[in-house]
């Protein structure tokens, strides 16, 4: 499903509505109501959603998630395909390092180029074609390598002797946060990085659907 930008996704479970379990419109309907009637920012949404509760005594649990699209300008993404060749880890490097330096962003330059390194090496190891690699400048810097396999890789500790197995934890020590998002033909690993000097974050891996 596409969502024009400015759109409203709201998630919830059906005890935000629960009136009577076998007949949710009246709480579809006060729903709509508030959120047709809240601000645009996705917290007054979930404040306005809320107040669609019945009164009394809860017998189930309410969860709500309120989001809203909003699109880049099109200089703040950079997309690349890259081949399996393991060549193409030096050439997405060099990339990254024109793009930064274009974003007045070379101080992110060593450990922006080294997360790539080791998600594209991952793909291009571990992964299947076709496979691609993404920058994104938000709020955060934000890393993305993308492969049609549906396996999710799991950072593990390894031994001194081992020669690899360290690709992952380097990103979690380097990254503020990092996580696997699936979609239609496999999935992204990607990675988030402060602007503005702050540490990065521990180890903190999040499943996004």
């Not at 996705?42 to 989001?67: F, H, I, N, Q, Y």
């Not at 997309?79 to 990339?95: F, G, H, I, M, Y």
């Not at 998002?181 to 180890?203: D, M, S």
Request: negative net charge; hydrophobic residues 40%.
């Amino acid at each position: 499903m596409r969502l024009p930008e400015g759109s409203k996704l709201v998630l919830y479970t059906d005890g935000l509505l629960a009136d009577d379990p076998d007949d949710p419109r009246p709480g579809m309907e006060r729903l709509r109501a508030a959120l047709g009637s809240c601000g645009r920012s996705a917290e007054e949404a979930c404040a306005s959603a809320l107040t669609v509760l019945p009164p009394g005594r809860r017998s189930d649990d309410v969860v709500l998630l309120v989001a809203r699209t909003r699109a880049l300008p099109a200089d703040h993404v950079a997309c690349w395909d890259l081949s399996v060749d393991p060549a193409a880890v030096s050439r997405v490097r060099t990339e990254v390092a024109r793009r930064l330096s274009a974003w007045n962003l070379d101080e992110l330059g060593f450990t922006t180029e080294l997360i790539f390194s080791e998600l594209v090496t991952n793909a291009i190891r571990y992964g299947s074609e076709p496979i691609s690699a993404r920058l994104l400048l938000d709020r955060k810097l934000i890393c993305e390598v993308s492969d049609a396999s549906e396996t999710s890789p799991r950072p593990r500790r390894a031994a001194i002797t081992d020669e690899g197995g360290r690709g992952l934890f380097l990103v979690a020590q380097l990254a503020e946060r990092w996580g696997t998002r699936y979609t239609q033909r496999g999935k992204i690993i990607w990675a988030e990085q402060f602007l503005e000097g702050e540490p990065a974050g521990q180890l903190q891996a999040h499943e996004k659907p």
